[in-house]
């Protein structure tokens, strides 16, 4: 091979060689990966029950409430989380991080646009999605305290329903780098005593 050639090859080597690199710097770590929520509760819409009741409303032959063994239970939302390449070009096994999230945050809006039936609230969490991976995991939805509360106690042994939309907001960082990031995911939640609504049916 001519000392020309040879000096074409080297210099498109080169090239190339600074082309690749370019793609992987710092302005373009945003285009390395993808983590979001792919899927809460199953697709399915989330009813909250404001008072878990016992084996029936009513005691037998009578119109006397059934009041014993029915309590409140707080609410968990399962969700799946999707750290994913950004595009097929990428590859998971050198390119991509594990995330840690590390908090969320919780808000509420009524179907009609007014304020939710409960306060906004954050809750810690410590969920870690490896690279190129799902992971499923539960956070709380509607806490404990505010169903002992207007509007959710009011609705106990009633047939009222609430019409909501929440939203979650996680963040957390990359393992590796500690790079913030922050998603979000929404879900229609219902408000009712269910039981309740069922006898009155």
Known sequence: MSAMKQYAVVTLFLMTAAVISAGCDDTNYDQRTVVYVSNVNDGMPFLSDVLQQGDSLYYDKTTTLKLEDDYIEEDWLKVEIH???????????????????????????????????????????????????????????VPFNTKTVSPLVDMQYTNLEIYSNARVTFHGHEVQTDREIEFSCGIHVNFADPLTLENDR
């Open 83 to 141: 750290n994913k390449p950004y595009n097929a070009f990428v590859e998971p096994e050198y390119s991509l991080g594990d995330f840690l999230l590390t908090g969320y945050e919780v808000s509420f809006v009524q179907s009609d646009g007014t304020a939710g039936p409960i306060p906004a609230f954050s809750g810690e969490t410590s969920i870690l999605v490896p690279a190129d991976s799902k992971v499923e995991a539960y956070i709380v939805l």
